[in-house]
Structures are given as C-alpha cells and as structure tokens.
C-alpha cells in the first residue's frame, strides 16, 4: 500500500456536501482506504474565478498505482457533473494527487507533488492539520512554507 494525499475542493453547487461526499467516494473506492480527512476550509479563489472554495485534503492508503488513482479520482469527479471549459474553472468538485508516496512523477497527465501545493494555503493547512510532519519530495518539510502563504484567506469550518 502506498500513502497518498488528495486535495479536494468545490465552488459550484453545494460545495460542502460535494466535498464530503468525495471523502466518502474515497473511503468506498475500490484499492483504497481512508485514513484521514483534515476539517473543511472556506477559502477565496486563487488564479480561479468564481465564488468561493470549500477545501479539505485526504489521506489514503492504496493499492493502486498513481495513474490508476487519478483516473479513480476523475471518475468521482465526473460523478459530480465535472466540467473543465477552461483552466482553473469553476468546479463541482475538484480531486488532486497531491503526494503519491515518496514519488515523483511527471507524465503528460499527471505531475506529483502536485505542482502548486507549496503555494496554496488550501492545500497546505488542511495537509499538516492531518499529517504535520509530512515532507514534499524534492522540496522539504509541508510546514516550511506555510508562512509563506499566510496573506491567502482561509477559515477552518465548524463540522
């Protein structure tokens, strides 16, 4: 089993029971097993239009390899009326591998670490709410760049 980290996000809709119901997808899906979902955060878009986000992030043990995970992930996704019209849309739901293991990956589909994570309190926060020690392959402790989005907005809800 590998650990894996999944960024969840929506803007559209009900954004909160789309984002718990993506947590319980992943706890049903087949060659995984939920280990930890953080809180919910309510979080202004970042290079996205729209209204805002509510974010959470999952840990999850899995069988699967990381391009088998993210056509899982999109699966989910697309069961939530997904539709990608332009980068960074408005979105029902939005599922990322964020940390795949230890790997590093990078296919025309797929890059892991996720690219942005360091760079967005709505991964970061809810990343280290779950898993304070957790390092990003290539770059070094989660933490240490919390500090450096602290100007993005970001409110841990009440569950």
Known sequence: MT????????N????????????????RAPGCTLEAASSLY????IDSSGGDYINAVARIGTALDAQSLLEALQAIEQAHGRERPYR?????????VLLYGEEQIATATLTVPHPRMTE?????????????????????PAA??????????????DT
């Open 42 to 45: 309510h979080t202004a878009p």
């Open 120 to 140: 967005r309190a709505f991964v970061l926060a809810p990343l280290l709410e779950i898993a304070p020690g957790v390092h990003v392959p290539g770059h070094g």
């Open 12 to 27: 559209l809709g009900d954004a909160r029971a789309n984002v718990l119901d993506a947590i319980e997808r992943l706890r």
């Open 144 to 157: 240490a760049f919390l500090p450096l989005v602290q100007d993005q907005p970001i409110a841990k809800l």
């Open 88 to 96: 960074n849309a408005p979105r029902t739901l939005d599922l990322d």
């Open 3 to 10: 650990t894996a980290y999944i960024g969840i996000g929506a």
